[in-house]
């Protein structure tokens, strides 16, 4: 039992681990630690299909030998219904997907006609205020840390482990109102921008 709890820390890493549990718990006949209450499920990342290379080309460059990756995302971008937006998506239908352990920059840019000032974080989940990684997110994204129309601030963070959450607007009512994005960081080999396929 023992080894099977340290083997199911690893879960969350990749598919191929859960397989060893699933492989492991089978192998010794302990079948109930699927269903441990509190245990955390499977990470299952986001199918997503890419976006046109004219919009990627726009909001994502990075360089595969210094694993480096840029990404800029506008706020209150201009041309759909729902301002509370980046990059025009909303309510997650933009997915953000970061090979993990590359290091990646955020320039987080309020359209220059946007009607509000809006913020940027990456957040493990819905209403969540504190960022899921460190470094990643504006300084205060609830509060000061903000951009104002035609204002742009970057920050620049490395994810070291497999993650599937949410780059979300922090200030009050903007991720209610669909202000995020989808960010996931898998085992790809290269970043990349889609939508929920
Ligand atoms: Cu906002």
Not at 106 to 132: F, I, M, Q, R, W
Request: charged content about 10%; proline content about 7%; hydrophobic content about 40%.
């Amino acid at each position: 039992m023992q080894t099977t709890l340290a083997l199911r820390r690893f879960q969350v890493n990749s598919i191929g681990a859960a397989l060893v549990v699933v492989l492991a718990t089978t192998a010794s006949g302990c079948t109930g630690a699927a269903t441990q209450p509190g245990s955390p499920p499977p990470l299952a990342t986001v199918a997503a299909s890419p976006l046109a290379p004219t919009q990627v080309s726009q909001w994502l460059s990075f360089d595969a030998a210094a694993k480096t990756a840029t990404f800029t995302m506008v706020a209150d971008a201009q041309g759909v219904d729902n301002r509370y937006n980046f990059n025009g998506y909303s309510h997650g239908s933009l997915v953000i997907t970061v090979p993990r352990g590359w290091m990646v920059t955020v320039h987080c840019n309020d359209d220059p006609l946007a009607a509000y000032a809006h913020s940027c974080a990456v957040v493990s989940g819905a209403e969540s205020k504190t960022s899921a990684f460190p470094g990643a997110s504006l300084p205060d994204p609830t509060g000061s840390g903000y951009v104002s129309a035609g204002e742009s601030k970057s920050f620049t963070f490395t994810p070291g482990a497999p993650f599937v959450g949410r780059f979300a607007c922090l200030l009050i009512g903007h991720e209610a109102a669909g202000m995020w994005a989808t960010f996931q960081v898998s085992n790809a080999s290269q970043p990349s921008l889609g939508t929920r396929a």
